[in-house]
């Protein structure tokens, strides 16, 4: 079963940046995204990109998250800038294969997971 590796959380001050990759096997990222998930709180989308390379943020992410991949479609990458405490979850990349359309922030459109990584954002 095909499974995605996170890596590049960790903990840092508000106003501060962090990168996160994903590994998956090859033509993975397709269709791919991040979501993230607090205490307590349903998990949400946050970054999306499409097979064409589309992209598509949540409203509370736009202008500092950037989503992007290799051009082998073998890594996912969620660049993170002026953190807040709000950012604080375990975040997870996700992939659907090389599948066309929009770019897409509903979990049910991917079938490919990761395990999660804590990102942690002090004020």
């Known amino acids: 079963e095909a499974h995605l590796v996170e890596s590049g959380g960790g903990s840092v001050q508000a106003g501060g940046s962090l990168r996160l990759s994903c590994v998956g096997p090859?033509?993975?990222?397709?269709?791919a995204a991040w979501f993230r998930q607090a205490p307590g709180q349903e998990r949400e989308g946050v970054a999306a990109?499409?097979?064409?390379?589309?992209?598509t943020y949540a409203d509370s992410v736009e202008g500092r998250f950037t989503i992007d991949r290799t051009n082998a479609k073998t890594t996912l990458y969620l660049q993170m800038d002026n953190l807040f405490a709000e950012d604080t979850a375990m975040y997870y990349c996700a992939a659907a294969g090389l599948v066309e359309g929009r770019p897409s922030l509903t979990a049910t459109d991917y079938n490919i997971w990761g395990r999660g990584i804590q990102v942690t954002v002090s004020s």
């Open positions: 090859k033509y993975t990222y397709g269709r």
């Open positions: 990109i499409s097979y064409a390379g589309s992209t």
